[in-house]
């Protein structure tokens, strides 16, 4: 199975700076196809996840433009460009490459300094 | 609208069984390869296992502690997701979530989740 690593752990951030999650996969995320199939998720306090980048890159609608996602083979990155108190919760990276079975980051808790 | 919404959750023994039910409304399951995540309190989430939509074969796949006594179904005319829950350990306790858990730039949907509790 993909294991999937996140840093860090946890991120208390400054409201307007920047901040910025790393998820590295222990092998490459490029499928046959040419696709590489990771997604980011937010879960902020008492809700479910929603999905926030797909294929690495791609926002979904409705997420704000101070997300973004860069990365390619097993490196990855979610950046947010400048925080604001909405963004407080927890990220996770989840690969859908090599399926099954998915697998996820372990998680990164964003919260305000 | 679309929601996808969980029931069936509760307290069971060890050993025990149950049945979750995830109704969608505002959109078709039909065509939808659907999934269920859990997350233990506290925790990360886990993938339990999926089902393909019938025209891909309505086949099922299972995460490994779960593989053998999870069995996912649907039912398509009801707009419905299953997962029938067998021989359930303590660390099974978990809010379980219904979801399409796509990778491609169609919309992504979750339900509201519903918590399950193995304990004597």
């Known amino acids: 199975d993909v294991v999937m690593t996140q840093s860090p752990l946890s991120l208390p951030v400054t409201l307007g700076q920047p901040a910025s999650i790393s998820c590295r996969s222990s092998?490459?995320?490029?499928?046959?196809?040419?696709?590489?199939?990771l997604n980011w998720f937010q879960q902020r306090p008492g809700q479910s996840p929603r999905r926030l980048i797909y294929k690495v890159s791609n926002r979904d609608s409705g997420v704000p433009d101070r997300f973004s996602g860069s990365g390619s083979g097993t490196d990855f990155t979610l950046k947010i460009g400048r925080v604001e108190a909405e963004d407080v919760g927890v990220y996770y990276c989840?690969?859908?490459?090599?399926?099954?079975?998915?697998?996820f980051g372990p998680g990164t808790k964003v919260d305000i300094k | 609208e679309v929601q996808l919404v969980e029931s069936g959750g509760g307290l069971v023994k060890p050993g025990g069984s149950l049945r979750l039910s995830c109704a969608a409304s505002?959109?078709?399951?039909?065509?939808?390869?659907m999934s269920w995540v859990r997350q233990a309190p506290g925790k990360g989430l886990e993938w339990v296992g999926r089902i393909k939509s019938k025209t891909d074969g309505g086949t099922t796949d299972y995460a490994a502690p779960v593989k053998g006594r999870f069995t996912i179904s649907r039912d398509d005319s009801k707009n419905t997701l299953y997962l029938q829950m067998n021989s359930l350990k303590t660390e099974d306790t978990a809010v379980y979530y219904c979801t399409t858990l796509r990778m491609t730039s169609f919309s992504d949907y979750w339900g509201q989740g519903t918590l399950v509790t193995v304990s004597s």
């Open positions: 092998q490459s995320l490029v499928h046959s196809d040419g696709n590489t199939y």
């Open positions: 505002g959109f078709t399951i039909i065509n939808a390869w």
């Open positions: 989840m690969q859908g490459t090599h399926w099954p079975p998915v697998t």
